[in-house]
């Protein structure tokens, strides 16, 4: 079996220069961000960013993908007046219960099969994110990172 580089612990070094090299490898993805004002914005900086296999996988729904059709029908027929909010003043409480638990933010992440497609330290990460912004994160039965 040939030696990798994760073999030789070459990530592990690398990572000292990761507060140097990252700015300069997502300024174009960062600026694409900031420009991004609704989910449609959002989807268009993810598929320029990720690798065409996994903006696939997350882009699709399972099997005949009827789900992600009617969620995309549901939402279709919302409309947003965005001046209902105007003249609130940060901060915002937007806080409320997700099964049972108290949260900051009325969304959580999803179960999502095969994190480290998309990221190095997989569900760990999620699970880190969740926690920063006191949400909660549902592990997938299908994770690359076990549960402890």
Do not use: W
């Amino acid at each position: 079996m040939p030696i990798t580089p994760h073999d030789l612990g070459l990530n592990k070094l690398l990572k000292i220069f990761n507060s140097l090299v990252r700015p300069l490898l997502n300024r174009g993805s960062n600026k694409r961000l900031k420009k991004a004002v609704n989910i449609s914005d959002l989807r268009a900086c993810a598929e320029s960013r990720v690798h065409s296999m996994c903006f696939g996988y997350l882009d699709s729904g399972g099997d005949d993908e009827v789900t992600l059709r009617r969620n995309h029908d549901a939402y279709s027929q919302l409309e947003m007046h965005f001046q209902v909010l105007a003249g609130i003043q940060p901060p915002l409480d937007m806080s409320t219960t997700i099964f049972g638990q108290k949260v900051s933010i009325p969304f959580f992440a999803c179960p999502t099969a095969g994190n480290r497609m998309f990221h190095n330290e997989g569900e760990a990460a999620v699970a880190r994110a969740a926690a920063h912004h006191n949400s909660v994160y549902c592990l997938s039965s299908i994770s690359t990172t076990p549960i402890s």
